[in-house]
Every structure is written in C-alpha cells, then in structure tokens.
C-alpha cells in the first residue's frame, strides 16, 4: 500500500474585506460583541466578478508551484465546496477546464465545512489503492453570496476563501509524510442546525422561495456550537487514541475556524497549548471547506510548519458533519 505526501500548498484571499464596523452599519450589533463572541475581526468577500473557481484557480496554481510538479502530472482533482458556481458541471470540472489540465478525473465533495477534512481522506484513500498518483485537492467558498445581511445571527461570520493541495504518492525515501487516519462523522438527523434550503429540488427557484428567504444560509447558533464543540472533542481523542499517540507527538492542531470560543474549547479539552494551534479567524472569519487549507498554507508559508511535524485537522459543518485527520507533513 502505498502512503500520501502533501507535496505543496496554496491559498487565496480575495482582496475586499469586510469589518466589524462595516457589519454594524447593517444590523443592530456592536464591534466589541462580534469580537467577543467570535473571535472575528475581518473577512474577505469576493469580488463581484470572482467565483468560487477563480478563488481556487489562484490557490490551486500556488499548491502546484510549490509541489514543484508538471501540471500535466495532476490525475485527479477533488474540489470539496458548498457554493459552487453552479449546480453544474461541478466546480472541479470547471477548476480542471481553468487551470488547463489534461484530461482526468474530476468531482466535488459536498460537506460543507468539514468538506476538505472528507477530501483529503477520499484523495488518501485513492493514493493508497495506486489509482492515482497526484491529486489537486481543493477547499474553496464563496459563501457570502448566501449570507442574509440582515441576519445578526449570520452574517457576523462567513467570509470567501480557497485553499489547495497537491497529495501525491510519497515516493521519497528520506520522507515518512503520511496520513496516519481519518475519522469521518455525519449526524444527519441534525441537519435542520444549519441549512441552505433553497434551489435545489426541494426548494426551485421562485419568487415565493425567494421572497421567504429560503435562499440565505439559517442556523440555530447555540446548538452548532455545542454539537461542535462535542464532536471535535470526540474526533481529536479518537484520533489519538487509534494511532497510540497524546498530545506531546502533535506539534500542531489546525481546527476548523469557526468560532474563537469553540477553537479554545477544544484545544482546552485536548490539552493543548494554544502556541500549538493553527488560528487565523480573526482576519478570515469562516470560509467552511476554506478554513483548514487556508489555515494550513499560511503556517507553512510562515514557516512554522516543518516536514517530519505532526498535524491533528479537526472540523464539523453543516449536516452534521464532523471529522479529523492525524498527519506526518
Ligand atoms: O461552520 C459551522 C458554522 N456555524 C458555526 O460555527 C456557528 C456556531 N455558533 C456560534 O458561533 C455562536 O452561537 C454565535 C456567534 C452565532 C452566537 O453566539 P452565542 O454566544 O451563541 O449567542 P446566542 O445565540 O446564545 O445569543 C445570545 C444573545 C441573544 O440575545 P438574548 O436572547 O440573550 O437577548 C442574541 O439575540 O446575543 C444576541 N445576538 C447578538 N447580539 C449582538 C445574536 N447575535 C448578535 C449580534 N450582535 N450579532
């Protein structure tokens, strides 16, 4: 069986951001308690002409420049988003037709924000069997263009954003970078936590679908906060516990971004120190499938991830999903 190395990275941010005091000129809300309660001080929101692909085409291009790979070499792109550009072709496919690469497989993964946790595992697993070899592995959203500005609740905390990388076939003998494991969870009966009801086959578009709103993300705050909280902290210690491993062997822990208060939770619980954890929301806000790649390059570019580290990925989202990685970089 072969392994998986993450041979390069990549990211982007669209340019425009949103602040805290652009947000309280919309609804009735404060500076101070989005920052308290959240943890964000910023995001960054597309520009009108940018799509999710465009956001990914720039990440993509950067992961493979620092995968030091021919394109050409690329066997299979995964592309885990829940705001597409459209219901089809796929935004893979799209990505595939922007970035100019042969001819190869291509599908998203919709997971919502524990998206490219699933990815990478799915990407692992194909690496594993040798049906390919390189694999572009792409979390990206452009989720404002579901936000209700209107929404207190909501619109305080989702921004756009992608991130790539190229997981190859560890075929370096000097390297023992692998995907240790993977725990993926769904708690379907949850779904009504966070949804997006409208334009699918349940919802089509109409002017009474729209007129209720039923286009906007809607999520019962409180609620996702504890099922996040419950299931990072179960997804961490399973992903110690199967590897016969604590927290002194991982030197990073990047969690997904959601929410200060639920990254502290969980990094009290693991035990952590929090030098140890990956956290970049307070420029970001939540970009879902966006926030761990993201979060990932950045650390890299930074320097403060180094080969041979090893990385625990933890992330739930809508659904409810939930899982974690444990990983040799
Ligand atoms: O990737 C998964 C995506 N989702 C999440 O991760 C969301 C997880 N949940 C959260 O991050 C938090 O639940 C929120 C940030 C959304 C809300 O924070 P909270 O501490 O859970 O607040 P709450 O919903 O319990 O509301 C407390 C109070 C309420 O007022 P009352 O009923 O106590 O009078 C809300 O109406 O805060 C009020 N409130 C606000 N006040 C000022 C809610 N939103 C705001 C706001 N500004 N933006």
Redesign the pocket.
């Known amino acids: 069986m072969f392994s998986s190395k993450i041979l390069g990275t990549g990211s982007y941010l669209p340019e425009k951001i949103l602040t805290n005091a652009d947000i309280v000129q919309k609804?009735?809300?404060?500076e101070e308690?989005?920052f308290d309660?959240?943890g964000i001080k910023t995001r960054h929101v597309a520009a009108d002409d940018q799509n999710t692909t465009d956001l990914a085409k720039i990440a993509a291009e950067r992961a493979i420049e620092a995968a030091n790979i021919d394109k050409s070499k690329i066997d299979c792109v995964l592309f885990a988003t829940v705001s597409p550009d459209q219901v089809m072709p796929s935004a893979a496919c799209m990505l595939q037709a922007k970035l100019g690469l042969q001819r190869c497989a291509a599908l998203d993964l919709s997971a919502?924000?524990t998206g490219f946790v699933y990815a990478l595992s799915v990407a692992d697993q194909f690496i594993k069997t040798g049906m390919y070899q390189n694999i572009l592995v792409v979390g990206a959203e452009v989720l404002t263009r579901y936000v209700n500005y209107d929404d207190?609740?909501t619109c305080?905390?989702f921004g756009d954003g992608a991130g790539a990388f190229v997981l190859s076939r560890n075929e370096d003998e000097t390297s023992n970078a692998k995907i240790y494991s993977a725990h993926l969870y769904a708690d379907g009966y949850l779904g009504d936590l966070?949804e997006l009801p409208g334009g699918g086959s349940a919802h089509p578009v109409s002017v009474p679908m729209i007129q209720e709103g039923l286009h906007y993300m809607r999520?019962k705050?409180?609620e996702?906060?504890k099922n996040?909280v419950r299931s990072m902290n179960d997804c961490c210690k399973e992903a110690l516990e199967v590897n016969n491993m604590s927290e002194p062997d991982v030197q990073w822990l990047i969690p997904?971004q959601?929410?200060i208060r639920?990254i502290d939770a969980v990094a009290k619980n693991f035990g952590i120190n929090k030098e140890k954890v990956i956290i970049n929301i307070q420029r970001t806000g939540?970009t879902?499938a966006g926030t761990i790649p993201i979060a990932f390059d950045e650390a890299v570019r930074e320097g403060k991830i180094k080969r041979g580290d090893k990385i625990l990925l933890a992330a739930?989202?809508?659904g409810i999903t939930s899982g974690s990685m444990l990983l040799e970089y």
């Open positions: 609804v009735e809300t404060t308690w989005i309660r959240t919502a924000c207190r609740d305080i905390l966070f999520m705050g409180r996702v906060f996040a997904h959601a929410n639920i939540n879902s739930f989202g809508a």
